[in-house]
């Protein structure tokens, strides 16, 4: 997993910016700039995310599984799913290059572009 994805969501979740699980992304998807999945989201939760044709927000996967990724996020449960409301267009531009030159060497990839 990059530093890059690590810092994006340590700062949602210091700044309260973000939803966790599917359910609360589900919700408000409307207002997410970043969607992070783990390998451990269902694929029905990844087809409704996919068919959901008004949200603009992006779709990243991450090659680790929900336990992994609630660590990330500080917390002591799993999370499979986790949606970004604040991120900033820096940061986002930057992990779009990245997924774009390094593919899938880090486990990261892009669904909806």
């Known amino acids: 997993m990059s530093k890059l994805i690590a810092k ?4 949602a979740m210091a700044s309260n910016s973000c939803r966790i ?8 998807i409307n207002s997410a700039k970043l969607i992070i999945c ?4 269902s ?9 959901n ?8 996967t991450i090659d680790k599984n929900s336990m992994e990724l609630g660590r990330l ?5 799993r999370i499979s799913i986790i949606s970004v409301m604040d991120v900033s ?8 290059a990245e997924a774009k030159t390094e593919g899938s060497k880090e486990g990261g990839a892009f669904i909806n572009q």
């Open 8 to 11: 994006i969501v340590r700062n």
């Open 21 to 28: 699980g599917s359910r609360e992304v589900l919700k408000d």
């Open 38 to 41: 783990s390998r451990s989201v």
């Open 43 to 51: 694929r029905d939760v990844v087809e409704r995310l996919r068919s």
């Open 53 to 60: 044709g008004n949200s603009s927000a992006y779709i990243y």
């Open 73 to 77: 996020c500080g917390k002591p449960f």
């Open 89 to 96: 267009k820096e940061d986002l531009d930057a992990l779009i």
